[in-house]
């Protein structure tokens, strides 16, 4: 994408994966289980880029690291945005919703500073 193009929608990325997909007829392979475990194998690429890693080194990569990890995330949110499409899963409600869950799990004056799971205080 130029940086004189706006960026996709959701909406808009979904369409273009399923134009991507019906073009090389990849259709029969993508049911939600293998959409799901796709998406699982990206993450685990996207997780051995910081393999090895401190703390440190995680939060300052240099440009080329930063290209490759980006790629990464790339792919995960393009196998995550097929999924969605496959199991009808309006995915920016379903985040809203979660975050609104989220909220109440973890209301700031009992979580703020803290790494401990809800169901451990």
Same mark, same amino acid.
């Given at each position: 994408?130029?940086?004189?193009?706006?960026?996709?929608?959701?909406?808009?990325? &979904?369409?273009?994966?399923?134009?991507?997909?019906?073009?090389?007829?990849?259709?029969?392979?993508?049911?939600?289980?293998?959409? &799901?475990?796709?998406?699982?194998?990206?993450?685990?690429?996207?997780?051995?880029?910081?393999?090895?890693?401190?703390?440190?080194?995680?939060?300052?990569?240099?440009?080329?690291?930063?290209?490759?990890?980006?790629?990464?995330?790339?792919?995960?949110?393009? @196998?995550?945005?097929?999924?969605?499409?496959?199991?009808?899963?309006?995915?920016?409600?379903?985040?809203?919703?979660?975050?609104?869950?989220?909220?109440?799990? @973890?209301?700031?004056?009992?979580?703020?500073?803290?790494?401990?799971? @809800?169901?451990?205080?």
């Amino acid at each position: 994408m130029s940086a004189d193009q706006a960026p996709l929608t959701v909406a808009q990325l &979904a369409q273009r994966l399923q134009q991507f997909a019906d073009a090389r007829e990849w259709g029969q392979f993508h049911s939600p289980k293998n959409l &799901a475990s796709a998406l699982i194998v990206e993450a685990g690429e996207l997780l051995e880029h910081f393999q090895w890693m401190t703390e440190a080194q995680s939060r300052s990569l240099d440009a080329d690291k930063k290209q490759a990890v980006a790629h990464e995330m790339a792919d995960v949110l393009l @196998y995550l945005v097929q999924l969605s499409s496959a199991l009808g899963v309006d995915l920016m409600a379903a985040a809203s919703e979660k975050m609104a869950l989220n909220e109440q799990k @973890y209301p700031v004056d009992v979580a703020k500073g803290s790494s401990r799971k @809800y169901d451990a205080r």
